[in-house]
């Protein structure tokens, strides 16, 4: 595709259940990254993939959250358990490799935790 | 704490005025970038700016960074109702973070026709 998709655009969860964005990448790009963004606020930092070295992970809040990516492709982030403070809207973006940091970023899924 | 900070937090103007945004940061950066983000949902990547560079032009757009001061400005020239939107400026700092952003809290922009 041309641009970055992510999966749902919208998910609503009861407290407590767990729940699992998708995030597809734009072709070729060796770089991939999970913001958070709660209303009317800035992006958080989650985790960032880069080619095939180990994750940066230092921005997951708790470790009822995780992420994987499968090689230079698609990518999961799973909440576990979740609570009313998850909800917010998460975005996906991914970069080229060689040099350029500009990141390209999907449209987000909105999570609502009842 | 974020090591983008956005001033104003909101800024409304008319259609066919300015708009400028500022940004501080706190530490040495490789470069700075702004994005435009409209209706709560994916950013728009608008412009990059590298830290050996003092301004650089697209558009009606002009971005001026000042590394002596931690500082950098957005400027929209004669806005347009469609520029209505929140902007965010994010580092990358570089090294073995390179590629690796860290965004501000944004300014929301309203130009109204």
């Known amino acids: 595709g041309a641009g970055v998709s992510q999966s749902p655009s919208n998910k609503v969860t009861e407290k407590g259940k767990d729940v699992e964005l998708r995030c597809d990448p734009i072709?070729?790009?060796?770089?991939l990254y999970w913001y958070r963004q709660r209303l009317g606020q800035g992006l958080e930092f989650l985790i960032y993939?880069?080619?095939?070295?180990?994750?940066?992970k230092s921005g997951l809040p708790s470790d009822r959250f995780s992420a994987e990516r499968t090689g230079e492709s698609v990518s999961t982030l799973t909440i576990q358990r979740t609570q009313q403070e998850d909800s917010a809207v998460y975005l996906c973006a991914s970069s080229l490799p060689g040099g350029r940091s500009e990141q390209f970023f999907g449209p987000g899924t909105r999570l609502t935790v009842l | 704490s974020q090591q983008g900070e956005e001033d104003p937090q909101a800024l409304s103007i008319q259609e066919g005025e300015n708009a400028t945004m500022n940004c501080s940061y706190k530490?040495?950066?490789?470069?700075l970038q702004w994005y435009r983000q409209n209706s709560g949902r994916g950013l728009v990547h608008l412009i990059l700016?590298?830290?050996?560079?003092r301004e650089k032009h697209s558009g009606r757009l002009r971005v001026t960074l000042d590394t002596s001061k931690k500082s950098s400005s957005l400027l929209i020239t004669a806005s347009r109702a469609a520029d209505t939107a929140s902007y965010f400026c994010?580092?990358?700092?570089?090294?073995?973070?390179?590629?690796?952003?860290?965004f501000g809290q944004g300014t929301i922009l309203t130009v109204h026709p």
């Open positions: 994010a580092t990358d700092v570089g090294g073995t973070s390179y590629g690796k952003l860290t």
């Open positions: 993939f880069q080619g095939n070295s180990a994750p940066d």
């Open positions: 072709s070729g790009h060796t770089a």
């Open positions: 700016i590298r830290s050996n560079e």
């Open positions: 530490t040495s950066i490789n470069n």
